[in-house]
């Protein structure tokens, strides 16, 4: 597919291209016309640090053919590879498909390792140290930028190697959301929850599910106002895994913590993303990648097998 959004671009890049070439031959034709005028010494009459002459020697006829050479090998490879604008050449060849064939090539290869484990569950390839091995590349080279290499998250990205799970934690959920993606949503709810010091309230009343620093009087103000939270959250706060919406019993907070951050996204709402890995990893990469986050919060059990 074209990296090119509008046709103007495509035809902008191809002229320059070509305009660029011909160029280069009008300026060689241009300095071949060009005649230097003749002395009895033979230089162009330049003389540099007193008793330095530039000789007045014609180029080799080799080297302005050789410059030819180019100039005409440039217009054949437009003709077989992309170069001219969204024109793909008569050769086919990408950088995609380039990728795409070393990566069925590897796929090809690598074929009986992933066969040993996919005979495997989830929970039982967790304590493969083998499959942990390509696990844990699989991790670094697509989930550590978002989450760390050490698997704890950050502001935003949930933290994997502990107990707390959006979707649910087990192998089977957390290999739907690496096949499927996953879409956090929360609305802004100001409007519902009622005015600034009802947002406030119920920021405090939050504070005090999780048992937070927090003030208590304003935070019992807050608790009817949280009724416009319960219906993802729960009245007693403590979330629900097929909505994705979080625990607030927890000390949990994976877009930061304290009154502030609470209203703010009361206030804005908040979306996040995770992007789906099926058409990025085999199916059988994903069989061990979910072992090895499973693995994550899971270790005693995972030692087991």
Partial sequence: MSDFTENFWSWYVAALTLIGIIGALVLLWATARKKMPERSDNTTGHVWDE??????????????????????YSLLYLVAYPGLGAYPGEMGWSTRGEY??????????????????TAKNGEQLAGDANAMAVG???????????????????????????????????????KE??????????????????????????????????????????????????????????????????????NL???????????????????????SEMPAQAGKLTEAQIHVLTAYTWGLSNKAAAAKF
């Avoid at 070393?102 to 390792?113: I, N, Q, R, T």
């Avoid at 502990?162 to 957390?174: E, V, Y």
């Avoid at 019993?249 to 979306?271: C, M, P, Q």
């Fill in 51 to 72: 008793d330095l002459r530039e000789s007045n020697n014609p180029m080799p006829r080799w080297w302005m053919w050789l410059f030819v050479f180019t100039v005409i």
């Fill in 100 to 117: 795409d064939a070393a990566m069925s090539s590897a796929d090809k290869e690598l074929a009986p390792l992933y066969a040993g484990f």
């Fill in 136 to 174: 844990e590349r699989l991790f670094m080279n697509n989930c550590a930028q978002c989450h760390g290499s050490d698997a704890r998250g950050s502001k935003g990205f949930p933290n994997l190697a502990d107990t707390d799970w959006l979707h649910g934690g087990s192998a089977d959920k957390i």
């Fill in 177 to 246: 959301t690496l096949t499927m993606g996953r879409k956090g949503q929360m609305p802004p709810m100001a409007a519902a929850v009622g005015t600034p010091d009802d947002v406030k309230n119920v920021a405090q009343y939050v504070l005090s599910l999780s048992g937070g620093p927090h003030d208590s009087v304003r935070a019992q103000l807050g608790k009817s106002k949280f009724t416009a939270c319960a219906a993802c959250h729960g009245m007693d706060g403590k979330g629900n895994a097929a909505m994705g919406a979080p």
């Fill in 249 to 271: 019993t927890d000390d949990i907070w994976l877009h930061g913590w304290g009154e502030r951050a609470i209203v703010d996204i009361v206030n804005k709402g908040k979306t």
